[in-house]
């Protein structure tokens, strides 16, 4: 069992950057792999980035790939997004999500537990 909760979330303008951060329960947060997922208003929560349970393996969405990065730190229980170079289209609700499977994770199905996600708005 995992809680997890996001905070960094906020109005930024166009070319900024943010900084999510995914606090997760417990002392056995290495045993999940953990992704980064978003949704907009009348749109599915699609995949954004994911991270194995080392931190070695990562895997992005095509939208965001060369301008976010995923990242974690099992001592502190801790997994992150760093968004750079923000736009207007990655406007949505964030969420975090943990996974008992061994490696990357890109589909919602696979995930296990969910935070309740951040709002993060983009500007022009």
């Known amino acids: 069992q995992v809680q997890l909760v996001e905070t960094g979330g906020g109005l930024v303008q166009a070319g900024g950057s943010l900084r999510l951060s995914c606090a997760a329960s417990g002392r056995t947060f290495s045993i999940y792999a953990m992704g980064w997922f978003r949704q907009a208003p009348g749109k599915e929560r699609e995949f954004v980035a994911a991270i194995g349970r080392s931190g070695d393996n990562t895997y992005y969405a095509r939208s965001v790939k060369g301008r976010f990065t995923i990242s974690r730190d099992n001592a502190k229980n801790m997994a992150y997004l760093q968004m750079n170079s923000l736009k207007p289209e990655d406007t949505a609700v964030y969420y975090c999500?943990?996974?008992?499977?061994?490696?990357?994770?890109?589909?919602?199905?696979?995930?296990?537990?969910w935070g309740q996600g951040t709002q993060v708005t983009v500007s022009s």
């Open positions: 999500a943990a996974s008992i499977a061994i490696g990357v994770v890109t589909t919602k199905d696979e995930y296990d537990y």
